[in-house]
């Protein structure tokens, strides 16, 4: 995720700075003209109906707003953006134990802020992280369970839990009473429930084997099964 903000910069903020000034240059006296040329970008932003959070409609009313109704008042909008993609560039590349506080301050600062442009674009960098935590500790989960079956439970410990000090935390997974296979659970809980992942060995009654559901029987279908 970290790499992928100057991708996202470049995309959106370079790319629409880019399109204001062509539209200056080829509108040269008329700010106007330029004004109706950026506000139809404006509108291709967010098609989803009066629904979304910010349709396109009402985006443009606070840009108008914000900017003071020029051009250069959307240039200034834009090039405001600047410093808070290069410190969000820094926080996520933080480990899970030092992302939370950091975050949930840029969080805070991104939703105060007056900039349309701001609010727009930055809230859903926060749980883009968290769930990069996730992956990340299930593709080692299933590295350790993989050494496990091959090698024996001493094999669970070379595998580091990515957002731990130390292994995957292990145990026998009993359902219903029944072992039916072993469980492997990590120290990230920045989702809001436990990362574990339980891995299989025996036939019986299906439950959920990740997720927030984890070890919960599933639901029963339509017919009953």
């Not at 429930?193 to 339509?222: H, R, W, Y």
Request: hydrophobic share 40%.
């Amino acid at each position: 995720m970290a790499a992928c903000i100057p991708t996202e910069k470049a995309s959106f903020a370079d790319w629409l700075e880019g399109k204001v000034l062509q539209l200056q240059k080829d509108n040269a006296g008329n700010d106007g003209k330029v004004m109706a040329g950026v506000e139809e970008l404006v509108q291709s932003f967010e098609m989803g109906g009066e629904e979304q959070p910010n349709p396109p409609r009402r985006l443009w009313g606070q840009l108008l707003k914000a900017s003071g109704g020029t051009s250069e008042g959307i240039l200034r909008l834009l090039r405001e953006e600047a410093p808070l993609y290069e410190k969000l560039a820094l926080i996520m590349a933080l480990p899970a134990a030092e992302y939370d506080a950091p975050m949930k301050a840029f969080h805070a600062e991104i939703q105060n802020s007056a900039n349309p442009f701001v609010t727009l674009g930055f809230p859903a960098f926060e749980k883009c992280r968290q769930k990069e935590f996730a992956v990340e500790a299930s593709l080692a989960m299933f590295q350790a369970a993989v050494g496990y079956k091959l090698l024996g439970e001493e094999a669970i410990k070379s595998v580091g839990d990515p957002s731990g000090q130390g292994p995957f935390a292990f145990r026998r997974f009993l359902f219903e009473g029944v072992d039916r296979g072993f469980e492997l659970r990590s120290a990230y809980e920045g989702r809001g429930f436990p990362e574990l992942m339980i891995f299989v060995e025996s036939d019986g009654p299906g439950f959920a084997v990740s997720g927030k559901n984890a070890g919960q029987a599933l639901p029963k279908t339509s017919n009953g099964k």
